[in-house]
């Protein structure tokens, strides 16, 4: 843990996120932003952790996060994405008498999509400022987050348990496929998408289980995972090494799941000694060549199994928040802590 750099900021940190970097130049992060929620004053912060290296430091930079600059924010901040934009788009989602949370976002320049309690969603660009394109009633609970599957197709969960495709080449305002968990309808807050394989996601919910989706095949999860004890609030797939998984969750922990076999299938789909799982049958959909076999969903499940690491210290406050980029994460937590590790093994 000697990695960990652990800095108090007297308010409860809702999400993190860093600063993208070039993978070319093999940059490391450095410059990440926090939101904040349930406080008298919520802030937008801009941090560093700094590059100097001091001649006389074995281990490199070794300070806490610095504080670069900061803004106030009306509201709890429910979500981060990083879009060069100077436009303000006001109550984009409403009720009829009020407005409504916006709870999440999503970009890929120059489009930005939310989602918001009021079931509504919404594209912008970056470039223009009046909106894109609204679906008004795309669900009529609440959505709790968003992320894109392919330049045209988003994925959204909500609080009864279900993912929905849109595909924005249609004009219709129905979802082109819906995915659900069996049994009760358990609200899932989070979803990522594998980075190489879009058809690939991992949502996590109230219930604190992880599950790992293939949106081609059925309409319910591939496989289930113990993870945590409350709520799940954040999952993300490692961006350059997807077979490393963070989540975070209420009970206080944040864990790294990895592979830990040489088979073809990476054991988010194996199980193994530190996971409770129950999977369907791995096998390629019949009769269709598939030359790219993901390998989350073939292979032997004997041959492997899953590793869990927990990240954090000791269990603390709810960590509500994490982001990953290189071998640096962040994290947030209501206890009013950033933690940041320079050091992640993927």
Known sequence: ???????????????????????SDLQLPEIFATGSWDNEDNRISIWSIGSNLSTGMEDGFEGDPQLLCEHKHDGDVLDLQTISVSQLWARAHRYPCDNAPCTGVVCSSPEIVTVGEDGRIVVFRADQEGVVRVIENADSSTIHAVTYLRTTEILTVNSIGQLKLWDFRQQSNSPSQILSLSGDRVPLHCVDRHPNQQHIVATGGQDGMLCVWDVRQGNTP??????????????????TNPDHLFTCSE?????????SSHSDMPSFLQGGRNSSMVSRSAMAPAGGKQPLISAWLSGDSSKGRLETTHMLPSQTLSVNSLDVLGPCLVCGTDGEAIFVNRQVPV
């Open 1 to 23: 843990m000697e990695s960990i750099n652990a800095k108090y900021v007297s308010q409860k940190i809702s999400k993190t996120k860093w600063r993208p970097v070039s993978h």
């Open 222 to 239: 591939f496989s289930l995972m113990e993870a945590h004890t409350a709520e799940m609030w954040e999952v993300h797939f490692h961006p």
């Open 251 to 259: 009970d206080g922990s944040l864990l790294h799941w990895e592979t």
